[in-house]
Nanobody
Framework: QVHLVESGGGLVQPGGSLRLSCAAS????????AGWYRQAPGKERELVAG???????NYADSVNGRFTISRDNAKNTAYLQMNSLEPEDTAVYYC?????????WGQGTQVTVSS
C-alpha cells in the first residue's frame, strides 16, 4: 500500500505562490489516481484538484485558473502549484491516492495566506 508525505506548506502573503509536493512510497504510484484536498477550520474536507493515472485533471471552481496539479511518476511525486493565493485558501492540504478499494491520505501540510 502506498504511503504519502506532503511538504511545501507555509505562510504566504495574498497574491503569492506555493508549491506543494506529495512523495509516495511503498507501492507503484503510477497505478493510483491522485488528488489534493483541503480542510479549513470548521469546514468539511473538500477536493481541490485531482489527476488520474492517465493524467486527466479536474479542479474545484474556486481554484480553477490559479492552481495546477501535476505528477511525476518517475519520482513517485504529485504536485500542486498554487498561484494568486487568497486568504480563503488557508487550510490544511492533504494528498490522496486511490486505487480500487485502497484510499490513502497523507498527514497534511498547513497553508496560511495572510498579510
Amino acid at each position: 500500500q502506498v504511503h504519502l508525505v506532503e511538504s511545501g506548506g507555509g505562510l504566504v502573503q495574498p497574491g503569492g505562490s506555493l508549491r506543494l509536493s506529495c512523495a509516495a512510497s511503498g507501492s507503484l504510484f503510477s497505478l493510483y489516481d491522485a488528488g489534493w484536498y483541503r480542510q479549513a477550520p470548521g469546514k468539511e474536507r473538500e477536493l481541490v484538484a485531482g489527476i488520474t493515472r492517465s493524467g486527466i485533471k479536474n479542479y474545484a471552481d474556486s481554484v480553477n485558473g490559479r492552481f495546477t496539479i501535476s505528477r511525476d511518476n518517475a519520482k513517485n511525486t504529485a504536485y500542486l502549484q498554487m498561484n494568486s493565493l487568497e486568504p480563503e485558501d488557508t487550510a490544511v492540504y492533504y494528498c490522496n491516492a486511490r486505487r480500487r478499494s485502497i484510499n490513502t491520505w497523507g498527514q497534511g501540510t498547513q497553508v496560511t495566506v495572510s498579510s
